[in-house]
């Protein structure tokens, strides 16, 4: 008998059942104060629960533990130390000290830094983050961290995830008590990340240098069918999907991550999962861990696991999306409405901070969803477009136009569905539809920021959210903070009705997809940051370096260190591609055509000698095609040659990234529309690699 899903749940996770049980009481009080008031841990505390995680580690077959650490890459890294520690007479016992537990020494120098650190600067640290429970993988205790440099300045995603938690905190606190919310000591963000992914045959991902060193397919026509059917979403999981996605939800189960759904998603070989959300740092810890594990577990179902956020041209690519709330220590969701919204005030304040905080920093929270690969599909009708805008339903914005307009909310009546069929049961429909096209939701108790790319650490766009959201209650709390009670009520509606005035033009119910939408949204004076080099200067403009300053979630030279960072990662990720696409389609895909050319001229002289009355219509017809697509080809090769050498040698870091986007990404799509129209004319098998109809259907 294997074990039950509860009995699974955890078992892999030193969490604080097994901290319960291991450690003894007033170590245990002491490391729950550190994790639940941020407070110091003391080295005698830290040395405890390093002997009592050792034992629990070994316990369940660890031999090595690690710092889990997750640096600017977007990716995690971990460094592995045996448990062993050699006594006299040539043997060993299991080792762990407080101090291997607190701290660790990676070298800095090896991950990118954007100049924090030169590679003469090696030291760095990894610093355990007691609020996200270690965890046992493969053999290895996983103890995660932060990630900082000799000198202090953060090298990693977490460190300013925690800044950011605390700043929204401390912020959310303040006002909380202002209103008269005195027994709220803190506030925590919670975040659940929906996960979209493709998976593909392991043998034919094999084949394909593009998906290999890009992630996305270059090259390929288009199949016969693709999406248009619109059979594959929530459609019936083929039976190698489905022990993936059990095996999938195991192994997670088992690691404490609540993997709760799972279905297709739109595109051929395109799934999601979406977890039960959780306190923020522990849910992208969870998230870059799924990811990881959805690789792996891929690998044994003979699949890959792509989570390039456009593998495929011409069908959907894959996003993430961010459900953000916050809930006070008391257990009260900031977001949830009520019966009565209008009457909810606190509701309705916190609802007017994150408004106006999504405003004012609408080119961060662009910033922060920006990259080569997801500029493939924001915009593109198929993700949110790349304007950042409010969803929030008739019935909020009825209740803020009320406000607005000084005029009464009648509380709209739940409606009983009328279905027509008599055998189905009654239900109430919801006061508010959905809104696929918006990237910023709000979905009846929390916001959905559905820009993300699937690849993404979703710490940015945390980082980006919980700061802003920290400014607009701070600038709240400077008029509330010295009303007396009886000016409360009226200090407060005053203070909303102006928020409202101030930004509602960021609120937007209808299709986002519009070329109506795209002048509407100019006219309001929205941002449209089109590619990631359009928006990346925004993160060193003034405005948005007070902001994370004056909150301590980065230093300046923080900021310029990511800015830099952002900027070289995007350059290298289009120079890979352009130099990936040249060596298939110069040893690859060009001498399949001329083996084409060659076999259909092979075929015309045998006809011809079989009777010299024959036309050989047909072959010079196809010779033909293919030899003026292939004589284009390689004009464009030529060009994108010239063009990718030129780039090498330059050197200012944003006009790179622009030439990049502007020239190089130009010409790749002219060599692909080329390279495409003759895929359609070349016989099956001669490509060495897989089309899209081989990867797409065949799962």
């Known amino acids: 008998m294997g074990m039950t899903v509860p009995e699974m749940y ?61 640096p600017m890459t977007g990716f995690t890294a971990e460094k592995h130390d045996s448990f062993i520690s050699p006594v006299e007479g040539g043997e060993v016992i299991m080792e762990f000290s407080g101090k291997e537990l607190v701290k660790g020494e990676p070298d800095a120098s090896s991950f990118p830094s954007g100049g924090l650190r030169a590679t003469f600067e090696a030291r760095g640290y990894t610093a355990w983050d007691p609020t996200s429970p270690a965890f046992i993988k493969d053999g290895t205790l996983y103890i995660p961290t932060a990630f900082c440099s000799y000198s202090g300045e953060a090298l990693d995603k977490k460190t300013p995830l925690l800044r950011s938690m605390e700043a929204l905190s401390r912020e959310a606190t303040k006002i909380l008590h202002v209103l008269g919310n005195q027994e709220v000591s803190s506030v925590s963000t919670t975040v659940g990340p929906e996960q979209e992914y493709f998976l593909v045959e392991k043998e034919a991902f094999k084949k394909r240098r593009d998906l290999v060193f890009t992630g996305r397919t270059l090259l390929g026509a288009k199949p016969p069918k693709g999406q248009e059917m619109e059979d594959h979403y929530f459609g019936t999981l083929k039976p190698r999907v489905a022990a993936y996605m059990h095996e999938l939800d195991e192994e997670l189960w088992k690691l404490g991550i609540p993997a709760k759904t799972k279905h297709n998603e739109v595109a051929p070989c395109q ?7 959780d306190t923020t740092n522990v849910a992208v810890d969870h998230n870059q861990l799924t990811m990881d594990v959805m690789r792996k577990v891929a690998d044994r179902h003979g699949f890959v696991c792509l989570l390039h956020e456009k593998p495929f041209e011409g069908i959907n690519g894959s996003g993430k999306h961010n459900n953000w709330s916050m809930t006070t220590d008391t257990g009260i969701n900031l977001l949830d409405p009520g019966k009565t919204p209008a009457e909810n005030i606190q509701f309705l304040v916190f609802l007017m901070a994150v408004i106006t905080a999504v405003d004012n920093y609408a080119d961060l929270m662009r910033l922060s969803v920006a990259s080569a690969g997801n500029d493939h599909r924001l915009g593109a009708n198929e993700a949110p477009p790349a304007i950042i805008s409010i969803f929030l339903g008739d019935e909020l914005t009825a209740v803020l136009d009320s406000i607005e307009n000084d005029t009464f909310f009648g509380d709209q009546q739940k409606v009983r569905m009328e279905t027509g069929a008599t055998v189905l049961p009654h239900f109430f429909k919801d006061t508010t ?18 820009s993300l790319g699937s690849s993404f650490s979703v710490s940015g766009p945390n980082v980006v959210l919980n700061t802003a959201v920290a400014e607009a209650l701070s600038e709240f709390y400077e008029t509330l903070k010295d009303v007396t009670p009886e000016k409360m009520v009226e200090t407060v509606h005053a203070l909303l009705k102006k928020a409202i005035k101030d930004h509602k033009r960021v609120i937007f119910n209808g299709n986002g997809y519009t070329d109506e939408w795209v002048a509407e949204a100019e ?16 993160f060193i403009q003034d405005k948005n370096v007070k902001l994370f300053t004056k909150h301590h979630i980065f230093t300046e030279s923080e900021i310029r260190s990511r800015y830099e960072i952002l900027i070289e990662n995007y350059s290298k990720t289009i120079h890979i591609e352009a130099k990936t696409m040249l060596d298939m389609v110069n040893h690859q895909f060009m001498p399949a055509v001329l083996k084409t050319m060659d076999e259909t001229l092979t075929v015309a ?8 009355g024959l036309s050989c219509k047909a072959e010079k017809a196809i010779i033909d095609r293919l030899s003026s697509k292939y004589d284009a080809l390689y004009d464009a090769v030529q060009i994108l040659e010239k063009d990718t050498a030129k780039a090498e040698s330059m050197s200012d870091g944003l006009e790179l990234a622009k030439y990049y986007q502007s020239t190089i990404l130009e010409d790749m799509s002219k060599v692909r529309e080329l390279a495409d129209a003759a895929e359609e004319l070349i016989p099956e098998g001669v490509l060495p690699y897989p089309g899209y109809a081989d990867i797409l259907f065949y799962v």
């Not at 006219?523 to 080099?533: D, E, I, V, W």
């Open 605 to 612: 002289a045998k006809k011809k000698t079989l009777d010299e």
């Open 433 to 450: 539809d959905r809104n696929r096209t918006s990237p910023f939701a709000f979905t009846g108790n929390k916001f959905e920021f559905r």
């Open 523 to 538: 006219k309001r004076g929205l941002y449209n940051y089109k590619s990631t080099p359009d928006v990346l200067p925004v």
């Open 10 to 70: 955890g078992s892999l996770v030193f969490n604080d059942k097994v901290m319960r049980d291991k450690l003894p009481k007033d170590i245990y009080k002491a490391l729950r104060k550190t994790i639940d008031t941020n407070t110091h841990l003391e080295i005698d505390v830290a040395n405890a629960v390093a002997i009592a995680m050792k034992e629990w580690a070994v316990e369940h077959g660890a031999t090595h533990f690690t710092h889990w650490f997750q």
């Open 271 to 277: 799934h999601e999962l979406a977890p039960v959300f």
